[in-house]
Structure formats: structure tokens, C-alpha cells
């Protein structure tokens, strides 16, 4: 399991032995997200995105009942006086799935407030997120032995080596810039040409992008939009600053032709490895006021206003409660990360 992840996963186990109401009274004020919700899933490998509509519907309730779900103009308040929102939470969708259009329908009926991040190249063009595609050539791609550039090795799609295969080059991948990345990736995606890569994608509509007219039709709605850089790819030091400076700057220009205002930026893949100092830097730079990472810990937890925590809605978890009101465990690593990025 990679490092990023032993916050939220200590926190999930510890969760399982709590009940809700003995921790509640040490929540703090904190912002969590969820990427996509679909009726169904039919292959949790490749669409690892989604929430079940049945689980979404339990996460949305058990927010409800026990937290002060509020839209994302509190968020100055709640920094500035935190200890007055000690249950206050901000609720955030990432990356811009078609089946937002439905999960606004959910959250509008329950009255639940949210912000959506979008990636505008994948708005703009359809293009299906590059990791998903990825995910796809280590399920669908022949069996065989492929060279991938930028990869060491062969990379082995034999019966029993495809997960492990599939961890070890997407772990390198992420720290390619964008021109290696994009080799790489189409690379893979000549690979699932041979199966035919339009069928394939055409199989799961889940991972398909919303229009710009849909999103204008949210923000009409009242669903706050935000920027989730434009193509949805790591802003980490293996990017170089041009690259950061726009992926930063291109979705706020897009956004706020079709919304009025973009405010916030919420980083792809936010964790430790996917985040720099040159990345906040320049989203800070691009004229947002705030910046959301994938870092778990609570808003009060003081520090830069463009390194925000954020909790990522586990997908085996329904009542996370408990684990929401005992994110502040996460905050001395969350400070140490600010830290080593000022
Ligand atoms: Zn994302």
C-alpha cells in the first residue's frame, strides 16, 4: 500500500471499533470527496471511481445526520473561527463524471450542498482520464509480453501478473512528466486498439466526462465549480514549472467563462507524491483563494490555505462517522507535509 494512504487507512481500521456517538464531540471542521456514483459496477478494477448509488445514498445520509453540511462560501468563516463549525464539512466531487448530472439530483433532493473539480481538457474533449485508460490495458490488453517506453522491463500481461504488473508501472507513471506520460499512455492505448479501444471504453460510460453544458447547467443549479487542474495527470516536482503554471491557470479561464467565478482548486491525485511546492505555488499564483489535497486532517489544523486536507470517501465503508470525526489524528503528519513543501 503506498505511504499517502496509511493515514486514511489507520483511521478506517480504528473506525470499525468506534461507535459514531463515542467520538463525535472531537470532530473538527473538514472537507471530504468522492469521485463518481453509478447504479451498478460491474468491474470495480477498472471502475474504481464509483461509488454504488445504495452506498452513496448511506455516505449522504450518515453526512447529514451528523455533520453541518455547508456550501463552500463558509469556508473563510470556518477557517477564521473553527472552533464555532466544530461540525461543519464540505462536500466535493472530483474530476467531472457524466454521472454527476444524476448524483445532483441525489444530493439537491437531501438539500446537501457541494462543490464539483473539474478537469477542462477532459470537458472539453471527451478524453477518458488517462488512468482509467491504463487501468484498461492491464485488464483488457492480450495476454503477452509488452515493451512500454519510458518503463523498465518488460511489462508481463501474463494470467496471475497483470495486478502486480499493473502496481508497479502505474506507480512509475505517475512521476512522468505529461510528454512521457502521454507516450506511455498511447502506447497502451495501441496495445487495447487491437481489441478495439472504442468498444471497450463504450463498456463503461461510467468513466465518460460531462459537457460544458452540464456543467453550466450544475453551476445554474447551484453546485459550486472548481478547478481540478486541466489534464487530469499528477502536478508533482517531476513536472516542470511551464506545465504547472498551466495546468493551474487553463481551467480557471474555462471555468469561469461558463460559471462566473472559480474559486477553488482541488489537485489530481493529491496525496504526498502527487503535490509539490511549485504546484501550489502556482495555483496560488492562477488567482485561487483556496487548495484541496487528498491529505487527511481537519480545516483548523492552521497552516497554507493552498495545501487544504481532504478525506477521500472510502468505497468499503458506508458509515464513516467515526472516521470523519476522528480526522484530526491525521493533522501532525498533514503539518509536517505543509512543512516540507513552504
Ligand atoms: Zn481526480
Known amino acids: 500500500m503506498p505511504l499517502s494512504h496509511y493515514a486514511g487507512e489507520i483511521l478506517r481500521r480504528a473506525s470499525h471499533f468506534v461507535p459514531p456517538q463515542a467520538v463525535l464531540g472531537l470532530a473538527r471542521p473538514a472537507a471530504v470527496f468522492f469521485h463518481g456514483v453509478e447504479t451498478a459496477i460491474e468491474d470495480p478494477v477498472v471502475q474504481n471511481n464509483h461509488h454504488t448509488k445504495d452506498r452513496f445514498r448511506q455516505i449522504a445520509e450518515t453526512l447529514k445526520t451528523h455533520f453541518d453540511v455547508l456550501p463552500l462560501a463558509a469556508l473563510d468563516d470556518v477557517l477564521a473561527r473553527p472552533g464555532k463549525h466544530p461540525r461543519a464539512l464540505f462536500l466535493m466531487a472530483d474530476d467531472g463524471y457524466g454521472n454527476m448530472l444524476a448524483t445532483a439530483d441525489l444530493l439537491e433532493e437531501m438539500q446537501l450542498p457541494w462543490t464539483l473539480f473539474v478537469s477542462t481538457h477532459h470537458i472539453d474533449t471527451g478524453e477518458r482520464n488517462p488512468l482509467f485508460l491504463a487501468r484498461l490495458f492491464f485488464r483488457y490488453a492480450r495476454a503477452g509480453r509488452y515493451g512500454l517506453p519510458h518503463i523498465d522491463g518488460i511489462v508481463d500481461l501474463v494470467a496471475g501478473e497483470r495486478t502486480v504488473e499493473a502496481q508497479r508501472v502505474l506507480a512509475r507513471l505517475k512521476t512522468m512528466d505529461e510528454a512521457h506520460a502521454r507516450q506511455t499512455?498511447?502506447?497502451?492505448?495501441?496495445?487495447?486498439?487491437?481489441?478495439?479501444?472504442?468498444?471497450?471504453?463504450?463498456?463503461?460510460?461510467?468513466?465518460?466526462?460531462?459537457?460544458?453544458?452540464?456543467?453550466?447547467?450544475?453551476?445554474?443549479?447551484?453546485?459550486?465549480?472548481?478547478?481540478?487542474?486541466?489534464?487530469?495527470?499528477?502536478?508533482?516536482?517531476?513536472?516542470?514549472?511551464?506545465?504547472?503554471?498551466?495546468?493551474?491557470?487553463?481551467?480557471?479561464?474555462?471555468?469561469?467563462?461558463?460559471?462566473?467565478?472559480?474559486?477553488?482548486?482541488?489537485?489530481?491525485?493529491?496525496?504526498?507524491?502527487?503535490?509539490?511546492?511549485?504546484?501550489?505555488?502556482?495555483?496560488?499564483?492562477?488567482?485561487?483563494?483556496?487548495?484541496?489535497?487528498?491529505?487527511?486532517?481537519?480545516?483548523?489544523?492552521?497552516?497554507?490555505?493552498?495545501?487544504?486536507?481532504?478525506?477521500?470517501?472510502?468505497?468499503?465503508?458506508?458509515?464513516?462517522?467515526?472516521?470523519?470525526?476522528?480526522?484530526?489524528?491525521?493533522?501532525?503528519?498533514?503539518?509536517?507535509?505543509?512543512?516540507?513543501?513552504?
Open 185 to 342: 499512455l498511447s502506447a497502451m492505448q495501441t496495445a487495447l486498439a487491437q481489441m478495439g479501444l472504442e468498444r471497450l471504453t463504450d463498456l463503461f460510460p461510467s468513466d465518460s466526462f460531462l459537457s460544458w453544458a452540464d456543467v453550466a447547467a450544475l453551476s445554474r443549479r447551484g453546485v459550486e465549480i472548481g478547478a481540478h487542474a486541466h489534464w487530469h495527470w499528477p502536478m508533482n516536482a517531476h513536472q516542470s514549472h511551464e506545465d504547472l503554471r498551466r495546468q493551474a491557470a487553463l481551467p480557471r479561464e474555462r471555468i469561469m467563462a461558463v460559471a462566473g467565478t472559480c474559486r477553488t482548486f482541488a489537485y489530481p491525485f493529491g496525496n504526498r507524491g502527487g503535490i509539490c511546492k511549485a504546484a501550489w505555488q502556482a495555483v496560488r499564483d492562477a488567482g485561487y483563494t483556496h487548495a484541496f489535497t487528498a491529505l487527511s486532517g481537519t480545516l483548523d489544523s492552521g497552516g497554507n490555505n493552498f495545501l487544504l486536507p481532504r478525506y477521500g470517501l472510502a468505497r468499503e465503508v458506508s458509515d464513516q462517522a467515526a472516521i470523519i470525526a476522528l480526522l484530526r489524528a491525521a493533522n501532525p503528519r498533514l503539518r509536517r507535509i505543509q512543512h516540507l513543501l513552504a
